[in-house]
């Protein structure tokens, strides 16, 4: 679980991201991070406006430390999701984000493990997932 104080950084690194996506200014840096924001995670971004879906990009796999996903699927869920065209500049005080971070793998061999509801499932057969 992620502390409020974690949640609401990662909140305004998604924003800050957004935003330099959109003006296409350099990110800037970020401070130090917690342990929780520097452990190896999946996440997604999503992007809305009102109810309407703006742009959604996560990585499932655990590639970069949390702050460094969030910040990398930020910036292209508001220009290279291709289901929409790049956000624009107008459109930025409107953005709802939200973010969901998708905690390690854990192979089950029993379905009961499952909670509907609040475990995620990747079924994968070969190479493909």
Excluded: W
């Excluded at 809305?48 to 996903?69: H, S």
């Amino acid at each position: 679980m992620l502390s409020i104080d974690a949640k609401m950084l990662l909140l305004r690194i998604a924003r800050c991201s957004v935003e330099s996506a959109v003006l296409r200014r350099h990110m800037p840096s970020m401070a130090a991070f917690g342990p929780s924001l520097t452990q190896r995670c999946g996440a997604f971004v999503t992007l809305r406006i009102g109810d309407e879906l703006r742009g959604c990009i996560g990585y499932i796999d655990a590639v970069k430390p949390l702050a460094e996903t969030v910040q990398d699927v930020a910036a292209k869920a508001a220009s290279e999701d291709r289901r929409f065209p790049s956000v624009k500049e107008d459109e930025l005080s409107l953005i709802r984000i939200e973010i969901s971070v998708i905690s390690p793998m854990t192979r089950i061999d029993d379905i009961s493990r499952i909670d509907v509801g609040t475990h995620g499932v990747m079924v994968g057969v070969g190479r493909n997932r």
